[in-house]
């Protein structure tokens, strides 16, 4: 089993607001990631959390907080955002052997956010 | 840091016909190099990936190969068919990094 899930499928929200998005895997894999894809652009890395610690912060904005609470769980924080924020969110995983393992990410289907 | 280029970025062929699609990359020392699948509505799935150490794989009808010293890889699909039209992307990692960098994608459609 290869699959990623990710909740909501979809999520309209207020530039006040507070929401969160939810990642999860159950394929033992070590390593998790979120990534920001607008329409017609490719997949962004925002952070990389490895052994449910953060190990990349791609100078993301503090509006966006992710939180790792167990290996199989990955959390996307959401506060203030703005509309240029309005993507698709995309979370993976991988095995997590460590830096420059060469390991195949596994994508889940996302979440189309929309921020008015 | 690392850039990857792909084009094109649409192509359109007639089912079973071959498509081809080309990506090149900035950095020498990316040592992996995986392609996406996206359709409408959905996350990349992987179709095949290349490590640097492999000149050339081919899973049934889809093909890619890599030319280290031109730091340039492609993919090959043949005998297309309408279920293969995607987006489809590129990726560089490099061999020091959990890093992946997407090309732009490219808009296959296949017409019946």
């Known amino acids: ?116 | 840091g690392e850039n990857v280029e792909q084009h094109p970025s649409t192509l359109s062929v007639q089912e079973g016909d071959s498509a081809v699609i080309k990506c090149t990359y900035s950095d020498s020392a990316s040592n992996y190099f995986p392609w996406y699948k996206q359709e409408l509505g959905k996350g990349p799935q992987l179709i095949i990936d290349i490590r640097s150490n492999v000149g050339e794989k081919k899973d049934q009808r889809i093909a890619v190969t890599l030319n280290k010293t031109a730091k340039h890889f492609s993919l090959h699909i043949t005998e297309t068919q309408p279920e293969d039209s995607a987006v489809y992307f590129c990726a560089a990692e490099h061999y020091n990094t959990d890093k992946l960098i997407f090309g732009t994608g490219t808009r296959l459609q296949v017409f019946p």
Not at chain 1, 19 to 48: D, I, N
Not at chain 1, 69 to 95: G, I, K, R, T, V
Request: aromatic residues 8%; neutral net charge; charged residues 20%.
């Open chain 1, 1 to 116: 089993d290869t699959e990623v899930t990710q909740t909501p499928k979809h999520l309209v929200m207020g530039m006040t607001n507070k929401k969160s998005l939810k990642c999860e895997q159950h394929m033992g894999h070590r390593a998790m990631y979120w990534y920001k894809q607008k329409a017609k652009k490719p997949p962004e890395l925002m952070f990389v959390y490895s052994y449910e610690k953060l190990s990349i912060n791609e100078s993301v904005p503090s509006r966006f907080s992710p939180e790792c609470p167990n290996s199989s769980l990955l959390n996307l924080h959401l506060h203030a955002l703005q509309p240029e924020d309005s993507a698709l969110y995309l979370c993976a995983s991988s095995q997590g052997e460590g830096t420059g393992a060469q390991e195949t990410q596994y994508f889940g289907p996302g979440t189309r956010l929309l921020v008015l």
